[in-house]
């Protein structure tokens, strides 16, 4: 029922890998399956401080995580609620780790700014509404754009902390989307560029139902389930 996407990205003779998955079985393969396939990460980065996807160090303990500059505020504001909330969710999911998790050395980055991928560069977009945080990794010269947790396919805007925020966001990632071939959300599946822009407007659709306060708001299709009504009840308690 749960599932996060990682993703790798190699330039020359650097890779990063960006998120993480979050089962235990996942992280201990990962290692083997991308020095299977050449793309062993030099480095490790989180679009946003949500538990599930700074598990990265789980798989590369002896990497450092790289995270936005909101995100590092925001892990100083909340001490620990990463691993409170990862602790939750195990407990939920009846999942069974070795360890606790330690988030380690986090490195800043720059947001908005850039880092370099070998020959190549990472531009890092700022992404806020869904969480106070948030990155969008873009990476120009292949046409890749991770965009953290927005535009899913299966999962309808989790606004945590603003719809101003959260419609800023959307209007900032649009002439992205416009700019790349693969549009990769935190949970759900990879997206076209016109797949993308058909969720992009679906969530500001979605955003103007929440902002009137609408109790029972027409869903998108694959997004109309028991689960995604919750979350909008969630919208509902915080915004309407
Ligand atoms: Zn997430």
Not at 8 to 31: C, H, K, N, Q, T
């Amino acid at each position: 029922m749960w599932q996060t996407n990682a993703t790798v990205l190699r330039a020359g003779a650097e890779a990063v890998l960006i998120d993480s998955p979050y089962f235990p079985d996942e992280l201990e393969a990962l290692p083997g399956v991308l020095a299977g396939a050449g793309f062993e990460p030099d480095a490790l980065v989180a679009t946003h401080a949500d538990y599930d996807h700074v598990l990265g160090r789980v798989a590369f303990p002896e990497l450092a995580l790289g995270m936005g500059e909101p995100s590092v505020v925001r892990l100083h504001q909340e001490p620990g609620a990463a691993q409170r909330a990862l602790r939750d969710m195990d407990a939920e999911l009846y999942v069974e780790r070795e360890r606790p998790l330690a988030l380690g050395h986090v490195q800043t980055l720059p947001v908005p700014g850039s880092v370099e991928l070998g020959p190549e560069e990472l531009e890092l977009h700022p992404a806020d509404g869904h969480t106070s945080d948030g990155m969008a990794v873009m990476a120009r010269w292949c046409g890749l754009l991770c965009v953290g947790d927005y535009l899913s396919n299966v999962e309808i805007p989790m606004v945590e902390s603003g719809i101003g925020d959260y419609r800023a966001t959307l209007a900032r990632l649009s002439p992205l989307v416009e700019a790349s071939e693969t549009i990769v959300p935190g949970h759900g599946s990879p997206q076209t560029r016109d797949g993308a822009l058909r969720i992009l407007d679906e969530d500001v659709d979605y955003l103007d139902a929440l902002e009137r306060g609408d109790e029972r708001p027409k869903l998108p299709a694959g997004r109309d389930s028991v689960e995604q009504r919750k979350i909008h009840a969630e919208n509902l308690r915080r915004f309407a």
